[in-house]
Structures are given as C-alpha cells and as structure tokens.
C-alpha cells in the first residue's frame, strides 16, 4: 500500500461520512466556540497542570538540615545555660548571704507600733518589686531604759512571724551596722 491508496481510502471515508449527514437529513452544529477545549480535553490539561505541580514540587529539593529548622527551630544552649546558673545562683545560700542588700530601711527613733507599720509596708513594697535581700536598721538600744533593744526584739519577732521573710542575719562588720540592723533574704 503506498501513499495514494492511503489518501484515496481517507477520502472515501470522508465523503461517506458527508453523505450520512445528507441521508440523515440533520446538519450536525457544534455549539461550542471554535477552537475551544471539549471538557474530555479540560480535564486532560487540568490532570497535566496537576501532575506538572507535583512534579515541580518533587523535583525541587531542600537540605535536609534547613528542613529540620523550619520544622522544629532553633534552641540557644548558652542562653538556657545561662538561665539555669542565674537560678540556681539566685537560690545558693552563700550567693544570696555573701549579696549586698538592695533595699534599706532605718526604724531608728520610731515607736514600736509606727516601726511595725513601716516595716511591713517596707516588706510588701519589696516583694512587690522582687526584691531578694534588704537591710533593717533598727540600732544597738543604746538609749532604751530596758534590759532589752525594744526594736531589735521586735524586728525578730516579725521576721519569725511573717511568711514573705526567710533566712536573715546580723552584717559581719561595725561599718555595716553589726548588730544594730539586720539582712533579711525575702521569699
């Protein structure tokens, strides 16, 4: 068979066709635009597109190590090393008895019941402001007419009563106050 019986065979194919149409007596009429897709031919592009997507997305490839810190971050060791030595600096005895006081109040020439008044408010003002360890001037009792320091006794007893104070104890030195004030380390 070469090209002529080819084309001859095409067009005989073709003229049967146009004569059924003739025989049928309907002219068949597209009503689609010309040149516009058939939805058998739509969905086929779209299936491409949506393969093409796919192949795009798994053709592109990302460093595994970039992947990981998108997926899960990034964590600052000495940062966090950092933080854990503040606290537990923070909550070591000696750190916080060997500290300079950060807030000071002097009860000297005060009555009891006014030094009392000062004091907690004093107390609360510093827990407010997260203060760790104040200092509590309250003198020797040098001028009491009394066997015993009237504000050093009451300084102690509030100490031991309110639950915002923890450990506390006397300067080491005369220049700090010795025994006539007192550190306080608060909760």
Known sequence: MDMNDILNQWDKIQSDKVRKQKESGKNQVSHKKANAPTPEEKAAAAEKDFEAQIAAEN?????PMEFWLRRYGTVDKDKIAEETEERTKETDRNYLINMRPE???DLHGLRQAEAEERLNWFITDCTRKGIRKVMIVHGKGIHTHGTDPV???LV???IERDK?????GHPKTKQEGGTGATW????
């Not at 053709?59 to 460093?63: A, F, P, R, T, V």
């Not at 915002?164 to 506390?168: F, I, K, P, Y």
């Not at 306080?184 to 909760?187: F, N, P, Q, R, S």
């Open 151 to 153: 504000l050093g006794e």
């Open 59 to 63: 053709s592109k490839q990302i460093n």
């Open 184 to 187: 306080v380390i608060l909760k």
């Open 164 to 168: 915002r104070c923890g450990m506390s």
């Open 156 to 158: 102690r007893k509030f």
């Open 103 to 105: 807030a000071r109040i």
